[in-house]
């Protein structure tokens, strides 16, 4: 038998001889922490899913994470993406958490709380943190990644204006379809891999929960989706998974540097004086546009000069990223303090802070410059194209 029953914020399926309970909150809600208390201590069920993977909730069990975070091993790692993204994620729940006077993801801790004092099941349903970004970050073409960049850093210093009213205005279904429309209009490819895919994971992990009662604890923008998937089939096995790079995208990084040298080589062949010229061409513009971008994100002088002799190099070789050198400069130069990592939840809320944080400033160097890099070989190629034609 398969129903859907439905009341405030919590919606009941029976599913294959189970009930499932679908737990509608608000991320930052008081009313959320309490309709979690309130319906799990009622209806005691024999399993608690929550929307966390492994990595968030050793997180929310260690605050002090933080503190033990090793940024060059980060760097090395090829994870400061990840890592921007997830303390990007976490800026917007900060600051409307702070204005309403509450803790970020009170709901969850509320859910672990109750499962353990119920002695439930408890289940950690959303897929990894990583392979989601990950997924938004290779459906993104270049320049959807610059617009989504500039929309983040944009919205650092962002005023955020919510009550509690419009928390509540926003777990009804009609609002949160669209907010979701508005994220899928922008960024179709985010709003599918952020909360479509997640919706099919987290149906998935709910309905194979052990026990015949189950209560999930879900932020209102997936219990819509949830309450349809759970009567579907997911393929797991493929939203669990990191696409591989596109093949065009592989032979692009080496084909575009291998079109550079041989276009500067053939200038020598032409004219060695044309052939220095479109060599320097490439310097100056790969190497200006990274150190520049560098200078944009308050990098120290020696960060700085290494963008500009490295870019040129770095450009022309796939496996290698100006940032990550960049990065590495000045994280070596300016080493993130404890008081660094401790404060970054506090500093990524402001412009001020983010540049006054060491680590949160290198994570910024590392981005731009690669940021400035790529555009420097785009402009740099056209030019040494457009004289040789």
């Not at 994870?79 to 800026?91: D, E, H, P, Q, Y």
């Not at 777990?171 to 922008?186: F, G, H, T, Y």
């Not at 599918?192 to 919706?199: A, C, H, N, T």
Request: aromatic share 8%; charged share 20%; with cysteine.
């Amino acid at each position: 038998m398969e129903t859907v029953t439905e009341q405030q914020n919590v919606t009941r399926l029976e599913y294959e001889g189970k009930e499932i309970i679908l737990i509608a909150t608000a991320h930052v809600s008081k009313e959320s922490v309490e309709l979690v208390k309130e319906v799990i201590s009622t209806e005691r069920p024999d399993s608690v899913c929550i929307e966390l993977d492994q990595e968030r909730f050793d997180n929310m069990q260690d605050p002090e994470a933080w503190q033990k975070t090793d940024l060059v091993k980060v760097i090395k790692a090829k994870k400061v993406g990840f890592m921007i993204a997830n303390l990007f994620l976490g800026s917007y729940q900060k600051k409307i958490a702070r204005q309403l006077g509450v803790a970020v993801g009170g709901e969850m801790k509320q859910g672990i709380e109750s499962a353990q004092e119920i002695g439930a099941q408890l289940v950690l349903a959303d897929r990894s943190i990583q392979t989601t970004f990950l997924r938004i970050w290779r459906k993104l073409g270049f320049g959807e990644k610059v617009k989504l960049l500039f929309s983040l850093i944009w919205s650092i210093d962002e005023e955020v204006d919510i009550t509690e009213d419009d928390l509540q205005e926003m777990l009804q279904q009609d609002m949160l379809e669209s907010v979701i429309a508005d994220v899928r209009k922008q960024f179709p490819q985010i709003g599918e891999v952020l909360i479509g895919e997640r919706d099919q994971y987290l149906a998935n992990r709910i309905k194979n929960a052990p026990g015949p009662k189950i209560a999930a604890v879900l932020g209102g923008a997936h219990v819509p989706g949830v309450k349809e998937e759970i009567f579907k089939t997911q393929n797991i096995e493929e939203i669990s998974s990191v696409p591989p790079a596109g093949p065009w995208a592989k032979v692009a990084g080496w084909f575009i540097p291998a079109a550079i040298l041989l276009l500067i080589g053939y200038a020598f062949l032409v004219d060695v004086q044309t052939g220095w010229q479109q060599l320097s061409t490439w310097v100056l513009w790969t190497g200006s546009l990274a150190a520049l971008f560098t200078a944009l994100s308050f990098g120290h002088p020696l960060s700085i000069l290494t963008s500009f002799v490295a870019a040129p190099f770095t450009t022309l070789n796939p496996v290698l990223a100006c940032g990550w050198i960049s990065g590495l400069v000045e994280a070596a130069i300016r080493k993130p303090a404890v008081e660094d990592l401790q404060n970054v939840g506090e500093d990524i809320l402001s412009i001020k802070g983010f540049y006054r944080n060491r680590l949160l400033r290198t994570l910024l160097v590392i981005v731009m410059t690669n940021l400035g890099a790529s555009i420097g070989t785009f402009v740099a190629g056209a030019d040494i194209i457009k004289h040789l034609i």
